[in-house]
Each structure stands twice: as C-alpha cells, then as structure tokens.
C-alpha cells in the first residue's frame, strides 16, 4: 500500500493545469488568476491631498501665517494654477497637489476669513500629501497564480484591467455507485439509504474552484457502471464514490479496466480511506473513493481537492499539519495512518485538539461537528493529555 503522500503526489500527476480563459472583473472573484496584471499607470498617478484641508508652499506655512485663498482642488477636477508665495488653494481628499504647493495643512488648522486663510499650525514639505506611485508604480504586477481575494480584485480595477486570464474551472464527474443508494426525497426501499457523498463532494470541489456534476447513481451491474462512464464525456476528472474495496459488488476496478482504464495504484495505508484508487480512463483521470460518507470526504479533501488545485494551476498541496496540545488521552495507533475526526480550539497557549470518541467512517454527524483532522501516524505510541500532537483543517 501507498503511504498518503506517495498517493496524493501520483494523483496530482494524473492531471495537468488547465487552460486560461478571459472573464470579465466583476465576474474574477474567488477564481485563480492565470497570467500576471500588469497596471497601466500609477496609483494615484499624481500627488493627491490626503485630507480635506489647504495646500500651501511650505516654506509658507508657520504659525500665524495669512494666506490668500486663490481657489480650489477636488477630486476629478484639480486647480489649473499655480500656487505662489503667499497663495493657497482649498483642497479636498484625494485631489491633485497643484502646482507650486508641497504641503497640505489641514482644515482643523486653519481660521478661514472670506478669502484669506490664518494658520493655527505650521507645515513640512510633504505633509499630508500621498505621492504620485505611493500605491504602486506603472508596470507594477499582481503575479499570477493566485485564487484572487476581494482586496485582490479591487487592486486589478486599480492597474486598470476590465478583464482577467484566469484557469478555467476543472470539471468533475462524481458517480455515486450502488443499489442500496437513493437520491434524497427519492423513494426508498427498506434495505436502501440516502446518498450524501455525492452532494458532500460537491459543495466541497466548488468551493475549491471546481465545476462539479452529480451524474446519476450507477447500480451494482458493469453495464450500469459503463453507462455511467459514457456521461463524463468532457470532465477533467471522474470520480466514483464506493465500489472500490474488493466485495463482489466493488466493481469500479474491474469494470473501469475493462473499459481501457489504466490503473496507477489501489489502496493506501490510511484510515479512513484506505480502498482509493486511481488510473487514467479515457484521457482523463479517475479516482476511485471508498463508500463510507466519511472515508470519501476525508479521501476528497486529501486528494480531490489538491487535483483540483493543480488543474487550476496552484500547487496542490496536502492541508499542512500543525501542532496542537491534545485534549484528552488516546490509545496507540495501528499501521495505517489514521486522520482522526476532531475538534480544534484556540488557547491561550497555542490550539488544543480534541479527538471524537466515535470515529467510525459512517458517521457524517461526526464528520459535521469536526473542524479538523487529527493524524496520527502509522505505529504512533499511546498519547497522553497535554503531548504535542498535529492537526490539519478540514
């Protein structure tokens, strides 16, 4: 069996990154920025007032001084003169410094008498004054990749770009496989459950920046399975979601190798998880998730999540493991790696991790109260309260 890093590094070579497509500014939030913005002009691209206030020569500008009031600055509309010995013009935040004037004094300062103004404070060349380029010079870049933030967003409307390369959304096909499977509200027999891996899968590839379709449930039959297969037709990457142990009925290897899959590896030293499988079918990648609700989210936030990454052109990288002080004491762990449902809250010392008492792989209300993944290493010794142990974020 593969270790999780050896799995998650080969899934990862399974995809490659995605071509970029232009979307408009309004529309480039949250998506992953593929080539570099490269800004047009400066920002602010003249020196601009700071503050409402006065812009003075400061050589002008002491104490008590009177100066004659020649007209005004604001923003969108600056003063066509120049400000000479003994001139000042009223100014307003973020209009242009006029010619002549290397200070702003501000409003509170000044005792304003018709056209004359009498200063109660002194100035310094530059005060209150931002700078022609303070924010960013022309030619200035916001570097690509990165999945771009609202400040991200509003700074290329800064570099004056209407439009975006960003990586096209990865599509995923996600097929539930099984006859005990019915889709919520659906009408279930006795023997049959609920699906959730699916939907589960899905909120969380989208909120990785994927395109995620729930295809339908493919039943316990090759030629069911096949048909299932024949939907994915233009995904990036096909996931099923059970079938993939080694009972009768798991018949996603099989049928998936009949079909011309090749495969690059089944099973991985990990707990929950531990079925995974992945190969190549049809020019795309496939990855086979165990059944169980929690094995197949854990299997997805380890390894779907970071394909997607990579297809969107970012690293892809395992959630990174953190220290945590443990909560209570836990037993030795067997030779799988086991990610353990758990609960991670600050101290003031540092984060404190708490393991679920349950952490059978069935059960999603678990699944729903943890924020974290406690992991433990293949043969981890007994752990005592207080023993520095790691965590990752779900």
């Not at 991200?152 to 990586?167: F, H, I, Q, T």
């Not at 190969?279 to 394909?307: D, I, Y």
Request: charged letters at 20%; a neutral charge; glycine letters at 10%.
């Amino acid at each position: 069996m593969l270790s999780v890093a050896e799995a998650h590094a080969r899934v990862l070579a399974l995809v490659a990154p995605l071509p970029a497509e232009d979307v408009p500014l309004a529309a480039a939030a949250g998506r992953v920025l593929a080539r570099d913005v490269v800004a047009a002009r400066a920002q602010p691209p003249f020196d601009a007032s700071a503050m409402d206030g006065y812009a003075v020569r400061a050589a002008d500008a002491v104490t008590g001084a009177a100066l004659r009031l020649i007209g005004e600055s604001r923003a969108g509309g600056r003063f066509a003169g120049r400000v000479g010995s003994g001139e000042t013009v009223r100014i307003l935040t973020g209009a242009p410094v006029p010619e002549g004037a290397d200070a702003v004094v501000i409003q509170e300062d000044v005792a304003r008498d018709g056209e004359t103004i009498r200063l109660a404070a002194g100035a310094s060349p530059g005060d209150n004054i931002r700078p022609a380029g303070v924010d960013f010079a022309a030619g200035a870049r916001l570097t690509a990749p990165r999945r771009l933030t609202p400040a991200e967003v509003a700074l290329a409307a800064s570099m004056d770009a209407p439009r975006l390369a960003v990586a096209r959304r990865p599509v995923v096909a996600l097929i539930p496989t099984g006859d005990e499977l019915v889709p919520p509200g659906g009408r279930r027999g006795p023997d049959q459950i609920t699906a959730s891996n699916n939907y589960g899968l899905k909120a969380m590839l989208e909120a990785a920046g994927a395109e995620a379709r729930l295809l339908p449930i493919a039943r316990d039959t090759p030629e069911s399975l096949v048909a299932a297969f024949e939907l994915c037709e233009g995904a990036d990457l096909v996931a099923t979601l059970g079938g993939a142990s080694v009972g009768d009925l798991d018949l996603v290897r099989a049928t998936a190798e009949a079909q011309g899959m090749a495969l690059d590896f089944h099973k991985v030293a990990m707990r929950p998880g531990k079925p995974l499988l992945a190969g190549r079918l049809g020019g795309r990648a496939l990855v086979g998730l165990p059944g169980n609700p929690v094995s197949a989210m854990v299997c997805g936030r380890l390894f779907l999540v970071p394909a997607v990454e990579r297809m969107l052109g970012l690293p892809g990288a395992l959630p990174p493991a953190l220290p945590a002080r443990l909560a209570s004491d836990i037993g030795p762990n067997g030779p799988r790696a086991h990610y353990m449902r758990a609960r991670v809250e600050p101290t003031g010392n540092g984060w404190r991790c708490a393991a679920f008492q349950r952490q059978d792989s069935s059960l999603l209300t678990v699944l729903a109260e943890a924020n974290a993944l406690l992991v433990r290493p293949p043969a981890d010794p007994a752990r005592r309260a207080g023993d520095v142990v790691e965590f990752m974020w779900l």
